[in-house]
């Protein structure tokens, strides 16, 4: 029989896809949108990074002028602008000038030698007073007094010895002449403490001996040569102050009449001359002056301003000076000024750069209108499509004219 026929399976096709096509015009479409919106989103970020505004404000100015005198005195601390006063500080410098002058006159002087006696406590460790006039003897009786009053320090009395202590003083010899012109000597004796236990432990050395001891003519100075030195050393004591004034801080102004240059004293240091023919002259003297802060004073004319008219205040101020009278019992100046500058109204940039951030070109270009005495001004914005200020104070700048 003839073999049954086998039935056919089915043969299952694979199913087509459908592609979607996108037609040229469509595809510059999306095209034109991605760059837009690259063009919006670049330009966005650019303007938060880099955007910037700057504002530039002129305001109307009026000349000032101020003539007049000024009070400065030590007994301030602060401005006193009722009294149109200001802080001051006395500055004073004292000098002492030793010079030799050449002496003309001639005379028969008698002079006592003059000299320096080392004094030492070797008795106990308490101190010792020697008044004035107190003899020391050298071995051969030569007598020299104390020129002043003198303690004599307590000695250091370590394990049972005594280690003498000393003071140096100055001493004339009790009679004039060559004769007391002696050299270095290792002891002299106190003939005041003869006969008590101090004797032996008080004693003077002369290191260096003594001298100016003269019975004779000698060149001595006369009243001319006296006068003349007097003159020639007060300049000279001048002189030294211009060259080397006071320590006074830099922001201190110290004007030319605001000065004062006195002679305390002056001393002829010996009577007759010495083997060069010279004598020598003391003096001493006083520089005294009174200085104040410009900066003080800038601040006095601007309270000035600010007291007469609160909505103003003063700029590009120049200050000049004219006569300044001092006065060294009361420590005060009496200061001549002559000042110039402008007003213009009192405007806080700060403030108003606070105010502006974050708003709109516009809205800040009212504001800046609406500023009274307002003379002219500009807003700059980048990039140029930016229409208001960035929220950024760093990225903002208010410049005032």
């Known amino acids: 029989q003839p073999a049954e026929a086998e039935e056919e399976a089915p043969v299952h096709q694979p199913r087509r896809r459908t592609k979607f096509r996108v037609s040229a015009s469509a595809k510059r479409t999306i095209l034109v949108i991605v760059v837009l919106a690259v063009i919006v ?21 009026s000349p000032w002028d101020y003539k007049d005198t000024v009070l400065a ?9 009722a009294h149109g006063a200001i802080p001051a500080q006395t500055f004073s410098q004292s000098k002492n000038l030793i010079q030799s002058f050449p002496a003309s006159g001639k005379a028969v002087v008698s002079e006592k030698a003059k000299g320096t006696v080392t004094i030492y406590n070797a008795y106990s460790s308490a101190s010792q007073q020697l008044v004035a006039t107190t003899r020391f003897m050298t071995p051969d009786g030569k007598i020299f007094r104390l020129n002043s009053e003198v303690i004599v320090p307590g000695a250091q009395i370590i394990s049972g010895k005594i280690t003498p202590a000393s003071i140096k003083a100055a001493v004339t010899a009790d009679k004039a002449g060559e004769a007391y012109n002696v050299g270095a000597i290792a002891r002299l004796s106190v003939p005041g403490f ?14 260096s001996g003594t001298s100016g001891g003269f019975i004779g003519q000698k060149a001595v100075p006369t009243d001319k040569d006296i006068a003349a030195a007097k003159t020639k050393l007060s300049a000279l004591l001048q002189a030294s102050f211009q060259k080397n004034f006071l320590n006074v801080p830099n922001e201190f102004i110290i004007l030319d009449s605001a000065s004062s240059f006195a002679v305390t004293k002056m001393s002829l240091l010996t009577t007759s001359a010495d083997q060069s ?24 004319l601007s309270a000035k301003v600010s ?3 609160p909505n103003h205040v003063l700029e590009n101020l120049s200050i000049g000076y004219g006569t300044a009278t001092p006065n060294f019992i009361t420590d005060t100046l009496q200061l001549k000024v002559s000042a110039q500058g402008v007003t213009a109204p009192a405007f806080d940039a700060d403030s108003f750069k606070a105010g502006i951030l974050g708003k709109s070109a516009d809205a800040v270009r009212a504001t800046i209108l609406a500023l009274p005495e307002l003379s002219d001004a500009k807003v700059s914005l980048w990039p140029r499509w930016l229409t208001t200020i960035p929220s950024n104070s760093q990225k903002v700048t208010v410049t005032v004219n």
């Open 41 to 61: 989103g670049g330009g966005i970020a650019a303007t938060a990074v880099f955007g910037k505004a700057s504002v530039t404000i002129d305001f109307k100015k």
């Open 73 to 81: 005195s030590t007994a301030l601390t602060s401005l006193d602008l």
């Open 194 to 207: 003869s006969g008590t236990p101090k004797y032996q432990g008080f004693y003077g050395v002369f290191e």
């Open 277 to 300: 023919g010279n004598f020598s002259m003391s003096g001493d003297a006083q520089y005294k002056a009174i200085g104040f802060r410009e900066s003080d004073l800038r601040d006095l």
């Open 307 to 309: 007291s007469s008219d």
